[in-house]
């Protein structure tokens, strides 16, 4: 009988300890509590992921931007383990590298949204990621993915019905490459976190921005004080990352690991197709009414900031021998999908 305790004992210390040691990836995304792209995450596939590893197993909880360091100090709060792994965006990081530029969002780039998903999946865009990362926190990051879900909508408190328009105009664009194309023509670009974006609008501070998915901006607020959006917006596809603390990524089993390079998958495909319905339903109302003017920019305004985007992205990948390896595998991988001859 005591043989039989002294085990039974032991089986419950082991489930304790199993109970006590199961993790909680602190994730830091680069939404404000309430958008809707935080909420899609929070309200729906964080308790996915949670279900799928079962009691014992990793969790994670998505943190809202700034939760626990400033957006463009994600990359070293994960590296030192103060964050467990981001949601962020790449191009938030371009002053430390330009080719986080590159990777973050090749302005008026590519088409669709999945095409810069398959190409950080299946054309070396995941593995450029990793080598920036490599070089910039001493190999203590793993990259889990990366990729936009949403073409983001230009809100703007003026008309802005092509590329003259820009000339001047104060424009709220992240720093590096964006910002480059946009001063390239002609306007103002202010770098702010999105998250100050509708009070910078509301106060006079910019009078655009390159900000979010339509539904993102509407969630925000966005079109009480910006009532001009142009969609679809002219050039930014803007790539979140998923990436952990290497020490917490190798802490997790091989079932653990492949379960958090499914879900990432599958949240941001599905976060995709939805955002674009959203964005399609809301355009649509917002078109019928009288209060907000929805610009679509004319396919030769579009082909005119392309061009202007196409000299940046040169410049940039002269910068450093990672840029030019980054802008070398985008254009390749344009060249295989028939974007770029």
Same mark, same amino acid.
């Given at each position: ?161 092509? +590329? ?5 105009? =104060?424009?709220?664009?992240? *720093?590096?490459? @964006?910002? &480059? /194309?946009?001063?390239? $023509? ?57 990436? +952990? ?5 190798? =802490?997790?089993?091989?079932? *653990?690991?492949? @379960?958090? &390079? /499914?879900?990432?998958? $599958? ?75």
């Amino acid at each position: 009988m005591k043989r039989f305790v002294t085990f039974a004992g032991a089986l419950a210390l082991a489930a304790t300890t199993s109970l006590a040691e199961a993790k909680t990836l602190k994730l830091q995304a680069s939404s404000k509590a309430g958008d809707w792209a935080h909420r899609f995450m929070t309200d729906d596939w964080q308790k996915k992921f949670n279900a799928m590893t079962g009691e014992d197993g990793v969790k994670i909880e998505v943190l809202p931007t700034k939760a626990v360091v400033p957006h463009r100090e994600t990359i070293d709060a994960v590296a030192n383990g103060i964050l467990d792994g981001d949601l962020n965006a790449v191009s938030y990081f371009s002053g430390r590298d330009p080719a986080f530029a590159i990777m973050g969002d090749l302005i008026a780039g590519y088409d669709t949204v999945d095409q810069l998903q398959t190409f950080c999946q299946y054309g070396g865009g995941k593995e450029i990621l990793q080598k920036l990362y490599d070089k910039y926190t001493k190999g203590k990051v793993h990259v889990v993915g990366c990729g936009p879900y949403a073409r983001e909508a230009l809100v703007s408190s003026i008309p802005m019905k092509g +590329v003259a328009d820009l000339e001047g105009v =104060k424009i709220r664009s992240p *720093e590096g490459l @964006a910002s &480059e /194309v946009f001063k390239r $023509a002609g306007a103002s670009p202010v770098s702010l976190p999105f998250s100050e974006v509708y009070t910078s609008l509301e106060k006079g501070l910019v009078e655009a921005a390159d900000a979010s998915a339509y539904v993102n901006n509407n969630a925000s607020g966005m079109y009480k004080v910006a009532k001009y959006p142009v969609y679809p917006g002219i050039h930014s596809m803007a790539v979140l990352q998923f990436i +952990v603390n290497k020490d917490a990524w190798n =802490k997790l089993s091989e079932a *653990e690991q492949t @379960a958090l &390079e /499914v879900w990432y998958i $599958a949240a941001y495909t599905s976060m995709r197709r939805k955002a674009d319905l959203e964005d399609k339903r809301l355009v649509a109302e917002h078109k019928a009414g009288d209060d907000i003017t929805v610009i679509d920019w004319p396919q030769a305004d579009r082909d005119e900031f392309r061009n202007i985007a196409v000299e940046a992205w040169e410049d940039f990948g002269e910068k450093s021998a990672l840029a030019k390896e980054a802008l070398d595998a985008n254009i390749t991988f344009m060249k295989l999908i028939g974007l770029l001859d």
